[in-house]
């Protein structure tokens, strides 16, 4: 039983490996000019998300870094804290570089025999793809390949006329456990530690602003709360959108990662959905094997089922809270201060909050 994976992304790769777990011949089929490359991307992933990747990649240590508590704060005054996020007994999540788990997780599906890469010279030789019979899945988690563009155009979109822009900072070594999200006039800005002297940041910004890299720095000077720096790096940069995908699946080919769902960065949850996803196909596949069923079209559909709803729900969360500080912003931040001091007392909400941050929704 062979699966093909459409794109070289980390996604498929994470999948790639956990399928060639369970002894499934795995082809990753890519096109090299799809390829995007990350110097300067971080990626937050939650503790049990991270938790899982470790168990699976038993091979070498991924390099990550630990956060313990997540301090929110507004434009008004972003040196009073209006909310914490922690937990007293263990870490929030995990900072690693985009590069560093990329190519980690290359690497052992690279030396797995159950793997093999594929490379296509365009896009238009998916038709021999979908059409050849050795291939009883095929997923696909490009969003701008002639499969996506043919057969999964249906979809709940919204540009939110921002850029999200991402660079590290060199700074003074310090203990460096604590995450910091300040929703600003120009959009939410985060400092997310990476090392005791290394923080990655991202800064989301509306176009509206037209701002250029120098202007970005001297925003990300004013608003840093505790960091000396010391060397500013290159900073990337990436458009901002609000997917979801209304149909996952046509025939034998189930969408996937980023095609499925595109979220605001704002909350660090895009690739943790995609983890989410990855472990609920994972537990859906092994059902069928232990069952002795043939993997085919109808697990696609019990996957879509599955996770369709909570999917929605979740990027809709996401960006109910992108939305609440936009509005915040034009109310002088009158309705955080009020609608914070009040959370701040809910250990409910707090223990919650911090629970679906972790595993997701689940119903």
Not at 66 to 75: A, H, L, M, R, S
Not at 124 to 150: A, F, G, V
Not at 288 to 301: A, C, P, V, Y
Request: glycine residues 4%; proline residues 1%; charged residues 25%.
């Amino acid at each position: 039983m062979r699966i093909c994976l459409i794109g070289k992304n980390l996604t498929n790769l994470v999948l790639a490996y956990n399928l060639a777990s369970k002894n499934l011949n795995v082809d990753i089929v890519f096109d090299k000019k799809n390829q995007i490359k990350f110097s300067q991307r971080t990626i937050g992933i939650s503790k049990n998300n991270f938790d899982f990747l470790l168990k699976m990649h038993k091979q070498s240590k991924i390099i990550a870094w630990p956060i313990k508590n997540i301090k929110i704060y507004n434009e008004k005054n972003n040196f009073k804290e209006l909310f914490e996020f922690k937990n007293k007994n263990t870490e929030n999540f995990f900072l690693v570089k985009h590069s560093n788990i990329f190519n980690s997780f290359y690497k052992i599906c690279s030396k797995n025999k159950n793997i093999k890469f594929k490379i296509i010279k365009n896009s238009t030789n998916l038709d021999s793809i979908i059409n050849d019979k050795k291939y009883s899945i095929i997923i696909n988690s490009e969003t701008n390949n002639q499969l996506t563009k043919k057969y999964f155009n249906l979809k709940v979109e919204k540009n939110y006329d921002s850029i999200a822009y991402t660079g590290i900072i060199d700074h003074k070594k310090i203990k460096n456990n604590q995450a910091t999200q300040i929703f600003t006039k120009y959009g939410p800005l985060a400092f997310l530690p990476i090392s005791n002297s290394k923080t990655s940041v991202v800064f989301s910004i509306f176009k509206k602003f037209k701002l250029e890299d120098i202007k970005i720095f001297e925003l990300i000077k004013k608003y840093n709360l505790i960091y000396k720096i010391k060397k500013k790096n290159k900073l990337e940069k990436f458009t901002l959108k609000y997917l979801m995908l209304k149909n996952y699946t046509y025939k034998n080919i189930l969408c996937f990662g980023d095609l499925l769902h595109k979220i605001h960065p704002l909350a660090g949850q895009g690739f943790n959905m995609n983890i989410r996803d990855i472990k609920t196909l994972s537990t859906l596949i092994d059902e069928k094997i232990e069952l002795g069923l043939q993997l085919d079209e109808s697990l696609l559909h019990d996957f879509q089922y599955k996770t369709k709803h909570l999917n929605y729900l979740f990027g809709t969360g996401i960006d109910f809270i992108h939305e609440f500080f936009q509005l915040d912003n034009k109310a002088n931040n009158l309705l955080s201060e009020s609608a914070f001091n009040i959370l701040k007392k809910n250990k409910l909400f707090n223990k919650y909050a911090t629970l679906v941050a972790d595993t997701g929704l689940k119903f």
